[in-house]
């Protein structure tokens, strides 16, 4: 990751926490700490000052020696919300009843650099909460820390709510998301202080649900698996699989074994054509026929393939599990001394060995129930497709084969006559031209025939070469031939002197 990139991401998580803890400001959900209990923050006067710590990022970027200032635009700068709540008395003053602090921090440091960001640690939080002013007298305080970065295990642990000060620690997580953290007595509050919306978490759940769309006609996808990969309460995910499922048609939301699935439960039922009336009609008729089974078997059969492949993936994870301790069990093995130590271990490999094969036997039945299940729901569905496609029978397809014949013979006729007509046109000639042509033509034989004779008499090569050059052109005028010869020589075309 560039350095660029990374300091502008930071700066990007500092803006949502503070935007969204100004948002806050006029939640009246938001309940604080004050000296009248907890109350909404709506009930009182608030003061709200704002601040950074600009001046630090310049003379850090000054003695690390990057004072760009296009730099120090990208870069997170340490934002501040301090709101104090008060109440008034006696009409003209007012008195602090309790104070809200928000916090920004950053690796500022590691960023200049570019150096990879690290978490807070328990001494740097430790750090940042003694550098805040010293709270009002009296007056208790919520202080909400951000780190752009995360914070570590131990840091975690300086969320604590006292009689003075309740502390929350806000992340952001690998998910896309925020991580609040805070002491169980604030679950409620520490909810609040998570910059993502409700509307946002779910966008978050439809994504992976699309991202795991093909696991839908099998196995399905699982809500504590999508809500471990997202990050997100089990509850919001299972509410959401269950919205998804009645907006796509289709999909069902079911809890299996104990957990909530969602799988496709049957294809994309046709539209009836008579509308809502006629549905009507097709299901009294279905319910009097007893057309309906085969819905109820491809719905049976879904669910049932859905629990089946459920608990094949459980059995993948177990086995996963028992190979990983096999191994460390070999490894353990070459390590340890003494012979008993190496039978106990022997013996544990054993009993393992033996679980897995019981383990591989049970993924096999599985495997062949998984087929068999999905064969039949294939066939069903074959079925149904085959009874929704309301095809033609044979007589309809024979009478348009007929139509379509006829409309083809009656395209190839006019398509010839158009070729008649159009050949007639442009390559025709009339009795009267035909007859100059042909005037034409043997004028230009004459000449021709002519030129040539001129020239063989003369016996110039020149004057030969020049009524070839004639000869060819049946538009010009033929040239007038050169004789070089005596005046006496008598010319072919005229009478010889007797």
């Known amino acids: 990751m560039s350095e660029d990139f990374d300091s502008s991401r930071h700066r990007q998580l500092e803006e949502d926490f503070i935007l969204h803890v100004e948002r806050l400001l006029a939640d009246p959900r938001v309940r604080l700490d004050t000296t009248r209990g907890r109350r909404p923050i709506v009930g009182f006067h608030r003061i709200v000052n704002k601040s950074d710590r600009s001046i630090d990022l310049r003379r850090l970027m000054s003695e690390m020696g990057k004072p760009d200032r296009d730099l120090e635009s990208r870069m997170p700068h340490g934002k501040v919300v301090d709101v104090t709540m008060a109440e008034r008395r006696f009409f003209f003053f007012r008195s602090p009843v309790g104070r809200l602090r ?34 009002l007298a009296n007056v208790p305080s919520t202080m909400v820390l951000l780190s752009t970065s995360g914070f570590t295990i131990d840091a975690r642990e300086a969320a604590e709510r006292r009689a003075d000060r309740t502390v929350l620690l806000v992340e952001p997580n690998g998910a896309g998301g925020w991580a609040v953290h805070g002491p169980p007595a604030t679950a409620a509050l520490s909810d609040l202080f998570d910059p993502e919306s409700e509307l946002d978490k779910r966008d ?14 099998g196995s399905g996808a699982a809500a504590d698996r999508i809500a471990e990969k997202t990050q997100l309460p089990l509850s919001l995910v299972e509410s959401e699989l269950k919205s998804f499922a009645k907006a796509n048609a289709g999909l069902v939301a079911k809890r299996l074994d104990g957990r909530m699935v969602l799988f496709r439960q049957s294809a994309d039922p046709a539209p009836a054509a008579g509308g809502s009336k006629m549905a009507f009609i097709d299901n009294v008729k279905a319910l009097f026929l007893r057309k309906g089974d085969t819905e109820k078997k491809i719905a049976f059969l879904a669910e049932r393939r859905a629990l089946l492949s459920q608990q094949r993936d459980r059995g993948y994870e177990d086995m996963g599990t028992l190979e990983k301790r096999e191994a460390e069990l070999r490894a353990e093995f070459n390590t340890v001394a003494g012979d008993l130590s190496r039978r106990r271990i022997t013996s544990q490999l054993l009993q393992l060995r033996k679980d897995i094969e019981r383990r591989q036997q049970l ?49 190839e006729a006019d398509n010839e006559l158009a070729d008649s007509v159009g050949a007639s046109v442009h390559g025709g000639l009339s009795a009267e031209e035909q007859a100059l042509y042909e005037e034409l033509m043997q004028d230009h034989a004459k000449q021709t025939q002519a030129a040539q004779d001129a020239a063989q008499d003369a016996g110039s090569p020149n004057a030969s070469a020049a009524a070839t050059s004639v000869s060819p052109q049946r538009t010009s005028a033929p040239a007038a031939p050169q004789r070089t010869s005596s005046p006496s020589t008598p010319q072919r075309s005229e009478p010889e002197a007797g």
């Open 102 to 135: 928000a916090v920004c921090a950053s690796p500022t440091r590691l960023l200049l650099s570019g150096q990879a960001a690290r978490p807070l640690d328990g001494g740097d939080v430790a750090r940042i909460l003694a550098e805040q002013p010293p709270p």
């Open 363 to 411: 993924l096999s039945v599985l495997n062949q129930q998984i087929n068999v299940v999905g064969t039949h729901l294939h066939n069903l569905q074959l079925v149904q497709q085959g009874s929704h496609a309301n095809l033609p029978d044979s007589d309809e397809l024979a009478s348009d084969a007929a139509a379509a014949e006829d409309v083809l013979a009656t395209l």
């Open 204 to 217: 978050r759940i439809r994504q992976q649900i699309d991202a795991v769309k093909i696991d839908l006609e």
